[in-house]
């Protein structure tokens, strides 16, 4: 069945220090993937997507992440974090009809 | 990127009433929107995936006479909670995509906290 794993529920990172959070999904063909991320109390908002080329792909607020078929991983990366940047990130898949969601990581900066 | 508006933020009701949320997408037309529900620090499950003009279709386990959801027009979608009991409290996001299919973007409401007392 298609799924989405995000493997770390908690991330904590000091500020200006780099960050990787984890992906890694499970879908029969090329997937479509996305990542947002979710500040308490609100909606989601999309931080970058992966359809096809590239597989290096930037997002907004200095945001990127790498696409790798082989590892079936999608990982978000960022040189330096920011306080501003703790919030909940969240991996996706597109299905089509559909787009499911992985159960989130929640990524705490330390001053 | 695409404005969906989700209202009202937070309502409060009594047990047994019912509760309606509204979904609208403002600048485009949403032909699909969907229901997540959020339970405290965790993912979002889908609840159902609302098609403009007919009945939306539920993910399983998700109750339909609990949950009635109505996509009446191509920028408005509505989930209504019936006999709303505590166990029914939770963040309730909506989102719509631009267009159907693969790498259709989710633009996503606010949400809407329900809290049944």
């Known amino acids: 069945a298609q799924s989405v794993t995000q493997p770390d529920i908690h991330i904590t990172v000091s500020e200006g220090a780099s960050l990787e959070l984890r992906c890694n999904y499970s879908?029969?063909?090329?997937?479509?993937l996305f990542w947002y991320v979710q500040s308490p109390g609100q909606g989601l908002q999309l931080l970058l997507k992966?359809?096809?080329?590239?597989?290096l792909v930037q997002g907004i607020k200095g945001f990127e992440a790498e696409f790798k078929r082989s590892q079936s991983s999608f990982n978000l990366r960022k040189p330096s974090v920011l306080w501003s940047d703790a919030a909940e990130y969240f991996c996706?898949?597109?299905?089509?009809?559909?787009?499911?969601f992985g159960k989130g990581t929640r990524l705490h900066i330390l001053p | 990127g695409a404005v969906v508006s989700q209202h009202p933020s937070w309502v409060i009701c009594k047990s047994g009433t019912s509760v309606k949320i509204e979904c609208r997408s403002l600048?485009?037309?949403?032909?699909?929107m969907f229901w997540y529900r959020q339970f405290p620090k965790q993912s979002l499950m889908l609840m159902a995936t609302?098609?403009?003009?007919?009945?939306?279709?539920?993910e399983q386990g998700v109750e339909k006479d609990k949950f009635l959801i109505n996509h009446a027009s191509l920028t408005l979608s509505t989930l209504t909670v019936t006999s709303a009991h505590p166990e029914d409290s939770s963040f309730y996001i909506c989102?719509?995509?631009?267009?159907?299919?693969?790498?259709?973007?989710?633009?996503f409401g606010e949400g809407s906290r329900l809290t049944v007392l």
């Open positions: 989102s719509a995509r631009v267009r159907t299919g693969f790498g259709g973007e989710l633009f």
């Open positions: 879908y029969g063909a090329t997937p479509y």
């Open positions: 992966y359809f096809s080329g590239d597989t």
């Open positions: 996706a898949v597109d299905l089509y009809d559909k787009i499911i």
């Open positions: 600048d485009f037309q949403a032909t699909t």
């Open positions: 609302s098609n403009e003009g007919s009945k939306a279709t539920y």
